[in-house]
């Protein structure tokens, strides 16, 4: 027997969400089983709410960080030496808290206390030394509950700003900004020990700031501080300074020379 047009609508007329089910049409029951199913289908979807839209972010340029924010970032990462009768400035460059700075702040002393930026205090000794290269790294005996090492690496580019932190004159955590002067340049004394393939720039540095971190744009250590031009020989910023490459720095050197200089 064939099926009239009503009956093969009706077969085919499932209602979404409710399989199985067919739409029947005629009388109270049809509408009570309307009811029932508006129900059961405003059940099942309360639960999906619809996707709202969302802006796309605008593309925004890349901007490098101010020198407030990369003195915000490396400053917990520097330390202030002290020894007999000297201050100098290190930075942390491992997790195990091994400080790098200048050898010449260190060499000799009977005694080193670093200063951490949290104003936690720890002796150190002397875990290596370059004085060829003008670099030391120390050990500290203890650490601050948080250790921050800085982050090392990157090159330096004529013309490209450099960020120094230090504690020039016993003003200590002191930040000033330049520019790389030049590259490969030679810090004349003398002595035979001049230090060779510095990079020189013109951030304001003094004694004190010696052994504290060169950073780039991006706040990446390039450097350690190691002496000023002096022409006056009154030890005053000339506007010329002079830092050892990190990858030199840590290099380990040839061990060559005195590490003598116009230090700061």
């Given at each position: 027997?064939?099926?009239?047009?009503?009956?093969?609508?009706?077969?085919?007329?499932?209602?979404?969400?409710?399989?199985?089910?067919?739409?029947?049409?005629?009388?109270?029951?049809?509408?009570?089983?309307?009811?029932?199913?508006?129900?059961l289908?405003?059940?099942?979807?309360?639960?999906?709410?619809?996707?709202?839209?969302?802006?796309?972010?605008?593309?925004t340029?890349?901007?490098?960080?101010?020198?407030?924010?990369?003195?915000?970032?490396?400053?917990?990462?520097?330390?202030?030496?002290?020894?007999?009768?000297?201050?100098?400035?290190?930075?942390?460059?491992?997790?195990?808290?091994?400080?790098?700075?200048?050898?010449?702040?260190?060499?000799?002393?009977?005694?080193?206390?670093?200063?951490?930026?949290?104003?936690?205090?720890?002796?150190?000794?002397?875990?290596?030394?370059?004085?060829?290269?003008d670099?030391?790294?120390?050990?500290?005996?203890?650490l601050?509950?948080?250790?921050?090492?800085?982050?090392?690496?990157?090159?330096?580019?004529?013309?490209?700003?450099?960020?120094?932190?230090?504690?020039?004159?016993?003003?200590?955590?002191?930040?000033?900004?330049?520019?790389?002067?030049?590259?490969?340049?030679t810090?004349?004394?003398?002595?035979?020990?001049?230090?060779?393939?510095?990079?020189?720039?013109?951030?304001?540095?003094?004694?004190?700031?010696?052994?504290g971190?060169?950073?780039?744009?991006?706040?990446?250590?390039?450097?350690i501080?190691?002496s000023?031009?002096?022409?006056?020989?009154?030890?005053?910023?000339?506007?010329?300074?002079?830092?050892?490459?990190?990858?030199?720095?840590?290099?380990g050197?040839?061990?060559?020379?005195?590490?003598?200089?116009?230090?700061?």
């Amino acid at each position: 027997m064939e099926r009239g047009p009503e009956r093969a609508n009706a077969d085919r007329s499932v209602v979404a969400g409710v399989p199985g089910r067919l739409l029947i049409g005629g009388g109270v029951g049809a509408v009570a089983l309307v009811v029932v199913l508006a129900f059961l289908l405003g059940k099942t979807t309360s639960t999906q709410s619809a996707p709202s839209p969302t802006r796309s972010p605008t593309p925004t340029a890349t901007t490098s960080p101010t020198v407030s924010e990369i003195f915000q970032r490396v400053g917990p990462s520097v330390v202030v030496i002290r020894t007999d009768d000297a201050i100098g400035t290190g930075v942390i460059a491992a997790d195990n808290g091994t400080i790098v700075t200048a050898n010449h702040v260190i060499a000799g002393a009977k005694d080193i206390t670093v200063t951490f930026a949290d104003g936690t205090k720890a002796k150190a000794r002397v875990a290596s030394a370059d004085p060829g290269q003008d670099i030391a790294l120390l050990a500290p005996a203890s650490l601050p509950e948080v250790l921050v090492p800085a982050v090392l690496g990157g090159g330096a580019e004529v013309g490209a700003p450099v960020v120094a932190i230090g504690n020039p004159l016993g003003l200590t955590f002191s930040v000033s900004s330049g520019v790389v002067s030049g590259l490969n340049r030679t810090s004349e004394s003398d002595d035979d020990g001049d230090l060779e393939g510095l990079i020189q720039f013109d951030a304001s540095v003094n004694p004190g700031s010696s052994g504290g971190p060169l950073l780039d744009a991006r706040g990446l250590v390039i450097g350690i501080v190691v002496s000023i031009a002096d022409p006056g020989k009154d030890e005053a910023f000339a506007g010329i300074a002079f830092a050892v490459p990190i990858g030199t720095a840590l290099s380990g050197g040839d061990g060559d020379g005195d590490g003598n200089g116009p230090q700061i």
